[in-house]
């Protein structure tokens, strides 16, 4: 009973290896007389490609064009169980939080001092950011429009 089955795999293989083969002579083969030769898609002079691309007006900056993002964080900022405080004036709410191009964040609160803060990063930002709603050409521009 084996044995049938053994044979019937090997036979098997064998006809996939041939067929494999055959496939590999067709292809290497000229086209089918039938078939048409493939023409080149080059354009023609009266004809004028158009880019795929949205023009430079409605463009969004990527992430590596920017500097960093922003978002405002008006309650307590918890992290790992323990409410960070601002290590300049000891305020613990109404933070800026930046994300920055290298996926670091950083906490400014209002009276300006910035640190880093190790306990977050990126994912951290994404999940609790909501989506960018506008660019600003300077930080002063960003925290003014944030409120700071």
Partial sequence: MFFRRTREDRAFREAQRAGYELLLRLQSARPWPDCPEPTSQDPVAEETVVPDFLPPELRVPSRQEVAGVMMRWLQPL?????????PGCGMYRDWIVFCMRDDSVWLRCRAGHETKEPGLDAAWYNRNSGPVDR???TLE????????
């Fill in 135 to 137: 660019f600003h050409p």
């Fill in 78 to 86: 918890v992290v790992d169980g323990e409410v960070r405080t601002c």
């Fill in 141 to 148: 521009e960003g925290l003014r429009h944030l409120g700071h």
